[in-house]
């Protein structure tokens, strides 16, 4: 167990030093992710790999380190993404800085600009030239907005509540408001099915049914993805040239190991998918456990997106199923409304920064899009770290 200091040590002024990481810092690494992660030392070590390890696009990890003594007292990631906009089509690489975390004891002290600081300044000589930011909380952003990122806009949230809940549904949904009472809020919801480890259960046994009994062409789920036939559906879509992410095999392929979630993947079509859906459930206890989020959703008519919309929702009749609702006029977004998704609390902001302080006052753009546009991007859940 991490030992605080006292109130005459938080008195005492404390010398930090930042560094970067190296693998010999990953038993500190994940144990000071349990305050931002999870609880689950091998859960968090899995995470720790998969996002900064094995990333597709950066391969040396980029962690930025802040010691006080010996202590690891706060950190910040920096994994790779890669994004594609114009015509011809221009690619570039940009870190996402992510995974900010300060040990409680350590809070308010200036960490999180000091460690940022060395962060861009090392991305800056590696050559980067702006950072990404799409899942930042509140305090992220208050903090980001105060060294010069800019607020590009963003994606309105919204979500579908089940219409039928069960007693024990609500029972757990009114214990978790009063005092004490929470603590059996979680036991009851496990009782209702609408705890997190069972959100998939109804959706698994429906979907599976079916499946066995659909035509060629019909919708059908998979708890694993199908990269290539994925890649071949984007790649045959009209392009608006707008900023998205690459969404190829070796981005799906990656995208979807993610330890700390679970996906269902609904298919469109035979041996040639015309459309897919992607579901998300978080593995952490230190989000949502009764909400199931939509993070990706394509085909190549509108009736196709229906069906994979519709089967979602009468496959899982999930607690709360959300999604980000693009511009009004998207398909997606209109089958959204009518489906009865209705504004929920919160919004993402696109995040963005020059790693160079000279260029702060200087346009952003990547294949003449302004990064600090939101109408310049095709911005998607599975994007972010929400997803």
Known sequence: MIESPNIEERRLPISYRVVRYSPEDAPLVVALQRHLWTSDLRLNAEYLEWKYHQNPYIREPLLYLAFAGDRLVGMRGAFGTR????????????????????????????????????????????????????????????????MRWRDAGGTRHVQRSAPRRTAMGFLAEGASKLPLAWRWSKSLRRLGGYHGDRLFDRFDSRSAKATRRRP???????????PEQMESLINR???????????????????????????????AGGDRVEGYLVLQRSLSEHEHTNRVSIVDWEAEREPVLEALLNAAIDYGRFPVLSAWRPGVESATGQLLDRYGFTSAEGSQSILVRSVSSADLAEPWAIADHALDDADQWDLRMIYSMVG
């Open 83 to 146: 994004w594609e906009s114009g015509e011809p089509r221009e690619t570039v690489t940009l870190p996402y800085p992510d995974d900010l975390v300060v040990d409680p004891a350590f809070r308010g002290r200036g960490l999180h600009g000091r460690i940022m600081s060395f962060a861009l300044e090392d991305l800056h000589r590696r050559g980067y030239r702006y950072v990404v930011n799409l899942s930042a909380s509140k305090v992220t952003r208050l903090m980001s907005m105060r």
């Open 237 to 267: 879509l009209p392009r608006t040239g707008r900023i998205r992410h690459v969404r190829d095999q070796s981005y799906f392929g990656w995208r979807f190991r993610n330890p700390l979630r679970s996906y269902r993947f609904l298919y």
């Open 216 to 226: 060629t062409d019909a919708v059908f789920a998979q708890t694993t993805p199908l």
